[in-house]
């Protein structure tokens, strides 16, 4: 029973290996660009506040009275999953989803930031998705975002979306948004 000296092997293999899993790594090289790619987007955008089925919900607002009466009190986060379709009915093809949260960011004048992920689950880009971290000025009709980042066939994706309010309940919140998106990414 030559078991001592197998145990030993065992532990001082496992002594020798964990160092180098846990150890810090970095390396720096030049950056050798790939060929990159713009594709241009366009959909519609549903962020639907009111009724059973809401795809913008309030997850959180601080207790602040002073804007009460705003459609989107200062400091809203609103948690969304908003489906994108191909022409502005919400009947019309959907093609993907914008996920993340919006937060109600402007004191005096009525701004957003979105922080959004905009998936698609249509065509060449099923599967893909864009990042967008920006600032909203939505009192303003025609406005535009930054596009951050993207996954899958949008890796290393940056560029704007152009957005125009086609429809909005000033009641309500519910809104319609048309987005051209251009953004440049690598090309696989
Ligand atoms: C909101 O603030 C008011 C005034 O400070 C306070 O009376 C009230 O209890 C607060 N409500 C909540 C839910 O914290
Ligand atoms: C999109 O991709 C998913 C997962 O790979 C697949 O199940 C689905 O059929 C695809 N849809 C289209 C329209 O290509
Ligand atoms: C998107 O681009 C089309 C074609 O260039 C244009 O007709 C439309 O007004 C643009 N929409 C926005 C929101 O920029
Ligand atoms: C706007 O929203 C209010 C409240 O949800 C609703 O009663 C009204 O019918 C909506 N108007 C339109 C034009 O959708």
Not at 25 to 44: A, G, Q
Not at 64 to 92: C, H, K, N, R, Y
């Amino acid at each position: 029973m030559e078991r001592g000296p197998i145990i030993t092997c065992i532990l001082i293999l496992s002594i020798a290996t964990l160092p180098v899993y846990s150890q810090y790594y970095s390396k720096t090289v030049p950056y050798d660009p790939k060929p990159e790619k713009i594709t241009n987007l366009h959909f519609f955008f549903h962020d639907t506040l009111s009724g059973k089925d809401p795809s913008a919900v309030l997850v959180a607002r601080a207790n602040i009275s002073s804007d009460d009466s705003a459609l989107v009190p200062f400091s809203s986060v609103f948690a969304i999953d908003d489906p994108l379709t191909v022409g502005p009915e919400l009947t019309s093809e959907v093609i993907g989803n914008a996920q993340g949260l919006w937060v109600s960011s402007g004191k005096d004048i009525p701004t957003l930031v979105a922080f959004f992920d905009f998936g698609f689950t249509k065509g060449e880009f099923n599967g893909s998705s864009i990042s967008v971290f920006s600032r909203n000025p939505i009192s303003e009709t025609e406005r535009e975002l930054a596009v951050v980042g993207g996954r899958g066939k949008f890796r290393m994706a940056r560029g704007v979306a152009q957005l125009k309010t086609y429809f909005l309940n000033v009641t309500s919140g519910d809104a319609i948004v048309e987005y051209n998106m251009t953004v440049i990414h690598h090309q696989d």
